[in-house]
C-alpha cells in the first residue's frame, strides 16, 4: 500500500486550520512578504500565470500518453479545472479577502501544485523532480504571495494542492 494515502486528510486538515488560524486580515508574515512585491519578485507571478501552466500541463498530458497512462493523462485534463472549481467553492467559507477577491486559499498556488505536482508524477517521481517541484512552487509563492495575494493564502494552496495530487496519483495508482 502506498505512503500517500495518509497526506490528503492531514494537509485537507492543515489547510482548514491555518485559514481559521489567519482569519481575514493579514498577519505579520503576510506583511513581511508584500514589502517586497513592488521588486523583481513581482516577475515570479508568471510561474503561476495560466500560460505557463497550460505549458507544463500539455507536457505532462504527453508524457502520460506516451507512457500509456490513460487515467493518469485523464486525470491531469480534468483535476485542474475541478481544483479551481473546488478553490471557488471554499474560498467564501474563510471569507478573507485581498484586493477585490476572496484570497483563501490561493487558487493560483493550489494550481501551480496540482500541475507541478503532475509533472513529478508521471516523470516517476525521483528527487530531482521533486527538488525542481519545490523549487518553482516555492519562488511562484514568493511571487504571488508578495504581489495580489497574502504569502498563507500561498500556504493554504499547497496544502490544498498537495493532497489533489496525491489523491490523483492513489486513484491512477501511480504511486
Known amino acids: 500500500m ?8 492531514i494537509g485537507l486538515a492543515a489547510m482548514i486550520l491555518l485559514g481559521l488560524a489567519v482569519g481575514k486580515a493579514s498577519t505579520p508574515l503576510d506583511d513581511w512578504f508584500d514589502q517586497f512585491g ?3 519578485v513581482r516577475a515570479l ?9 497550460a505549458a507544463v500541463g500539455i507536457a505532462v498530458v504527453g508524457m502520460a500518453l506516451y507512457r500509456r497512462w490513460w487515467l493518469f493523462a485523464i ?7 475541478l481544483a479551481y472549481l473546488l478553490v471557488q467553492f ?4 474563510f471569507g478573507r479577502n485581498a484586493g477585490d477577491g476572496l484570497a483563501y486559499p490561493s487558487g493560483h498556488i493550489t494550481m501551480t501544485t496540482v500541475v507541478v505536482g503532475f ?3 508521471v516523470v516517476g517521481s525521483p528527487l530531482w523532480a521533486v527538488l525542481l517541484a519545490v523549487v518553482y512552487i516555492a519562488l511562484a509563492m514568493f ?11 500561498t500556504v493554504g494552496g ?3 494542492g498537495t493532497s489533489i495530487v496525491c489523491i490523483a496519483a492513489l486513484l491512477t495508482r501511480r504511486t
Open 158 to 160: 499547497v496544502l490544498l
Open 2 to 9: 502506498s505512503r500517500l494515502w495518509w497526506w490528503p486528510p
Open 119 to 121: 509533472f513529478v508524477v
Open 75 to 81: 486525470v491531469t485534463v480534468a483535476f485542474p479545472p
Open 143 to 153: 511571487g504571488v504571495g508578495s504581489t495580489f495575494h497574502y504569502f498563507t493564502d
Open 90 to 93: 471554499i474560498k467564501p467559507f
Open 45 to 53: 507571478i508568471l510561474l503561476a500565470n495560466p500560460i505557463s501552466l
Open 38 to 40: 513592488h521588486g523583481p
